[in-house]
């Protein structure tokens, strides 16, 4: 018996082929332009959020495990993703090339030496060495 074929999920060029597609097929392109689409960015990342409000990090974790709320959040990160995607696609913007460099400067910004286990903002660690110097 031949198994079924999984969808290729595996890159980012793949999501946003299969993300095109449905977009295509439902002639919504003259809707997406980058106001648009950052917009829905927004919107689905605020109700991603809305999951997890007024909870404790604990809490939140819990929640995001837990089998009765855990579609709901799947479908909220994915809705986010989708809007990235697509907000890619439209500028043409390579997501894996802005990825991998937006990390290289991160890691200028936060020397895991330096930041290790510590949550604060980049600017906190350049205060602290302007008054060290």
Known sequence: MARKKRPNTDSVAALTAAVSRFITEREWGPFHDPKNLSMGVAI???????HFQWLSGEESKRKARDPEYREAVEDEIADV???????AEITGIDLGAVILSKLKKNAVKYPKELVRGK???????????????
């Open 44 to 50: 689905e990342a605020a109700e991603l959020m809305e």
């Open 119 to 133: 949550p604060h903002k980049y600017t906190y660690y350049q205060q602290k060495a302007r008054r060290a110097s």
């Open 81 to 87: 993703t989708i809007f990235a995607l697509r907000f």
